[in-house]
Nanobody, 124 residues
Framework: QVQLVESGGGLVQAGDSLRLSCAAS????????MGWFRQTPGNERVFFTA????????NTTDSVKGRFIISRDNATNTVYLQMNSLEPEDTAVYFC?????????????????WGLGTQVTVSS
């Protein structure tokens, strides 16, 4: 049974940092591309960063470039998202996802497995 479990979300103030984790089980993520998406109420899930299997490539949108950093540890089957200089506009539920082709697609259709998400709330 494949499971992706996000953790590390919470309530922070603008300018603070958070580190999210995505722990995988039942899935050898070392052969998967991994991505992070976020979603606000009433809106679609939006891609913002992904990393390939050996960390040699990333795909990051301008909305978070320079503030958010994706990384992975294949030995522990975990993907991380370091979020710095958080803004109220970053408030969302954050999801990790696994892509068996490692294409780092910026769309939800490019991913095969999903976690249930973790809430990040940034107050002004």
């Amino acid at each position: 049974q494949v499971q992706l479990v996000e953790s590390g979300g919470g309530l922070v103030q603008a300018g603070d940092s958070l580190r999210l984790s995505c722990a995988a089980s039942g899935l050898p993520i070392m052969v998967y591309g991994m991505g992070w998406f976020r979603q606000t109420p009433g809106n679609e899930r939006v891609f913002f960063t992904a990393i390939n299997w050996n960390s040699s490539r990333t795909n990051t949108t301008d909305s978070v470039k320079g503030r958010f950093i994706i990384s992975r540890d294949n030995a522990t089957n975990t993907v991380y998202l370091q979020m710095n200089s958080l803004e109220p506009e970053d408030t969302a539920v954050y999801f990790c996802a696994a892509d068996r082709f490692g294409a780092l697609e910026p769309t939800t259709q490019g991913y095969d497995y999903w976690g249930l998400g973790t809430q990040v709330t940034v107050s002004s």
